[in-house]
């Protein structure tokens, strides 16, 4: 079946540092891919996105790219905020019974410090 | 505009009650699902709901647990006879029609707590 894998956290790092969460999947067919972020007190909502192999996803400073050889999809930025602490969710959606079911990644939490 | 809201944002009771959890989508969309997140987890798919049928339950847990929509906007997430590993942030999301990468946007969740 379909899965996520995602590097387990807590990931604490210094202002401006280089961050790297790690996703992999599983599925058949072709997935989309996404990364959602849970700021603390508030709701999910998408960071960014790719929908085939080769795509960038990019937002706020975040990228990943969907790799399909190496069934990867890890999340980057190049200078972190403390604003970007947060819990971030790898997923993907795929077309199942009757339409399409995103499975999520367990979390990483991301810790920022000034 | 107005994002998916979901009612009430707390709810406490006992074991073995009943209880139902409400989900407005954004007005027009016409897929809806419900998750589970247990802390320090992901959401787990529960139901979709493409319109006002079902096109998806596997991952109701057992029969303790329906969803209704009956007019194709608001559901609602029935629970009988509740239990205390029931307890957890129950999501509802919506997305508009016509996607085939599958966007969806969270509502803040419902906290069900089963004493």
């Known amino acids: 079946g379909n899965s996520v894998t995602q590097m387990e956290g807590p990931v604490t790092l210094s202002e401006e540092a280089f961050l790297t969460i790690n996703c992999t999947y599983t599925?058949?067919?072709?997935?989309?891919l996404f990364w959602y972020v849970q700021y603390p007190g508030e709701g999910l909502q998408l960071l960014l996105k790719?929908?085939?192999?080769?795509d960038k996803g990019s937002n706020k400073g975040f990228e990943a790219t969907y790799r399909k050889e190496t069934t990867s999809f890890h999340l980057e930025k190049g200078s972190v905020q403390v604003s970007d602490s947060a819990v971030y969710f790898c997923a993907l959606s795929a077309p199942g019974t009757g339409g399409f079911k995103t499975i999520f990644g367990a979390g990483t939490r991301l810790f920022v410090k000034a | 505009g107005a994002g998916v809201s979901q009612t009430p944002s707390n709810k406490v009771t006992e074991k073995g009650k009943y209880v139902e959890l409400r989900c407005d989508p954004i007005?027009?969309?016409?897929?809806l699902y419900w998750y589970r997140q247990s802390l320090g987890q992901g959401p787990e798919f529960l139901i979709y709901?493409?319109?006002?049928?079902?096109?998806?339950d596997s991952g109701l847990p057992n029969d303790r647990f329906f969803a209704v929509r009956p007019e194709g906007s608001v559901s609602t997430l029935k629970i009988q006879r509740t239990e205390r590993g029931d307890s957890a942030v129950y999501l509802c999301a919506s997305s508009p029609l016509g996607q085939t990468y599958n966007e969806q946007f969270f509502g803040p969740g419902t906290r069900l707590t089963v004493l």
């Open positions: 599925a058949t067919g072709y997935p989309s």
């Open positions: 007005s027009g969309h016409t897929a």
């Open positions: 790719a929908t085939k192999a080769d």
């Open positions: 709901f493409q319109g006002t049928g079902a096109a998806d």
